[in-house]
Antibody, heavy 118, light 112 residues
Framework: QVYLVESGGGVVQPGRSLRLSCAAS????????MHWVRQAPGKGLEWVAV????????FYADSVKGRFTVSRDNSKNTLYLQMDSLRVDDSGTYFC???????????WGQGTLVIVSS | QSALTQPASVSGSPGQSITISCTGT?????????VSWYQQYPGKAPKVMIY???ERPSGVSHRFSGSKSGNTASLTISGLQAEDEADYYC????????????FGTGTKVTVL
């Protein structure tokens, strides 16, 4: 059974930093590209970032480029999202998701809530 | 990269068929046959219902089907059931340039 469990969310002031984690189990983590997707309260899904299975490639949404960094530790089966210079509009639930070779996100975590507020 | 355009809401009676459109551009939906559709209940994680435009994952009802024409993809739900009431999002691969993936604006499906 595939499990993805996000953690690290919370309330943070604008301009500060936060690091999210996504613990994976039930599959060979190091064989899959992984994504972060977020959802502002009451709003739609927004793709945030992707990291390749071997950490050689990362891509970001324009809205977070230069502020967020995605990384992974395959020895710990864990995905990370370092979020710096946080803005109010970064608030929302952050999901990690596994992507298949079919380019579909087939398993998602339950999400972790980030609130950026002064 | 702008979000793909979906109708805000679609409704239908039990047993009817509904179709949700998803309009992108020649850089995403029109360029790649890599559109997927996700169902999301309130407070829950999304679930993939369709991938690669028309493919259905194991366990997803045959009542869900996908198609694409030009820059517009569509999700059809046949024999609408109460459990189909949820939010639906399309998503397209957009190439490894700027935004790798782009989601649709989302559609609320209501079963009357």
């Amino acid at each position: 059974q595939v499990y993805l469990v996000e953690s690290g969310g919370g309330v943070v002031q604008p301009g500060r930093s936060l690091r999210l984690s996504c613990a994976a189990s039930g599959f060979t983590f190091g064989s899959y590209d992984m994504h972060w997707v977020r959802q502002a309260p009451g709003k739609g899904l927004e793709w945030v970032a992707v990291i390749s299975y071997d950490r050689t490639s990362t891509f970001y949404a324009d809205s977070v480029k230069g502020r967020f960094t995605v990384s992974r530790d395959n020895s710990k089966n864990t995905l990370y999202l370092q979020m710096d210079s946080l803005r109010v509009d970064d608030s929302g639930t952050y999901f990690c998701a596994r992507v298949l070779a079919t380019y579909s996100l087939d398993h998602w975590g339950q999400g972790t809530l980030v609130i950026v507020s002064s | 990269q702008s979000a793909l355009t979906q109708p805000a809401s679609v409704s239908g009676s039990p047993g009817q068929s509904i179709t949700i459109s998803c309009t992108g551009t020649s850089s995403d939906v029109g360029r790649y046959d890599l559109v997927s559709w996700y169902q999301q209940y309130p407070g829950k994680a999304p679930k993939v219902m369709i991938y690669k435009v028309t493919e259905r994952p194991s366990g997803v009802s045959h009542r869900f089907s996908g198609s694409k024409s030009g820059n517009t993809a569509s999700l059809t739900i046949s024999g609408l059931q109460a459990e189909d009431e949820a939010d639906y999002y399309c998503c397209s691969y957009a190439g490894r340039r700027t935004d790798d993936y782009v989601f649709g604006t989302g559609t609320k499906v209501t079963v009357l």
